[in-house]
C-alpha cells in the first residue's frame, strides 16, 4: 500500500533500525503482562500500565510526531500541533529536513493526503507507520508508538524516549533473522547501512561492489551478502566470539 510517495525512501532506509526498536518496545511492554496504554501529551508522557497491578508501569517521554485524520485528510505535524511543542519538539527537525531537500510534506504545517489515498482506517494506520520511520530517520530516536484517537480513525504518532538499553550488535543478531523475515525496504543494502549509522556502530564493505557489509561493535559482529539488486542473501553473525 503507498501512502506518501515522497516519504516512502525515507522510512524504507531506516526499516530495520526501526524494526528492531519496535521489537524492543513490544518486548519490554510484554514484560507487564496483560496491560493498557494512556497517553498524557500535556505532560508529555506515554505509559503502559499492568493490568494485574498498575504501580508496574513502563513510562516513555513521547513527542508528538503528527496526527493523522481523515475528517479533513491531512497530516497535521506536531511542531504546528498546539499541543505539539513547537520547535521545542525533537520533530522538528522534519520541517527542517523537508526545507533543505525540497519535500513540501514535511516542510508544511498540514499535509494533505494523495488525491488517490483511500483514507480510511486501514490507510491511516498504514501512513502513520511510514511517518514514524521518517522520524526515526531524521530524528534518530526511537522506538515510536502509533495511537488511536477517538473514534472516528485518527491517529497520532508519538516519537519515544523509552527506558530501552542500546541496540548492540549481539542484540540484533539474535532478532535479525526473525526482522528479515517481515521486513522488506525496497533497499536492503541501504538499509544495513543506516542500520549501522542509526545504532552508532562501524560498518566495512567488502568490496567496490557493495557485494557484502559487516557491522561491528564491542558485542560482536554480522556480515550481510547482497546480490546483484541489492537483496540480502545470506546473513552470518559472530556474536560474542562465537559465529551464529
Known sequence: MTTFPALQPLADRAA?????????????????????????????????SALDDPNRTLVARAHLVASIAPGPRSVLWGWAHPNGGGDQNPAARLRAYGQE????????PEAPFPA?????????????????????????RSPYYSAP????????VLLLDAPLPPLTVAHAGVRMPRILSTTTPADPRSSVWDLARLAGWTLEWADGAFSAATV????????????????????ESSLGGAAA
Open 149 to 156: 484517537v477517538g473514534d472516528a480513525g485518527t491517529r497520532a
Open 101 to 108: 531537500h525540497g519535500i513540501a510534506e514535511l516542510s508544511s
Open 116 to 140: 488517490d489515498a483511500a483514507g480510511d482506517a486501514e490507510w491511516i494506520a498504514e501512513a502513520s507507520h511510514v511517518i514514524a520511520g521518517v522520524a526515526v530517520e531524521v530524528t534518530g
Open 16 to 48: 530495520f533500525f526501526t524494526a528492531l526498536r519496535q521489537d524492543d518496545l513490544g518486548t519490554a511492554a510484554d514484560a507487564l503482562g496483560p496491560h493498557r496504554w494512556d497517553t498524557d501529551l500535556a505532560a508529555g508522557t506515554l505509559t503502559f
Open 216 to 235: 561491528r561493535d564491542a558485542t560482536g559482529s554480522m556480515t550481510f551478502r547482497f546480490d546483484e539488486h541489492a537483496r540480502i542473501t545470506a546473513m
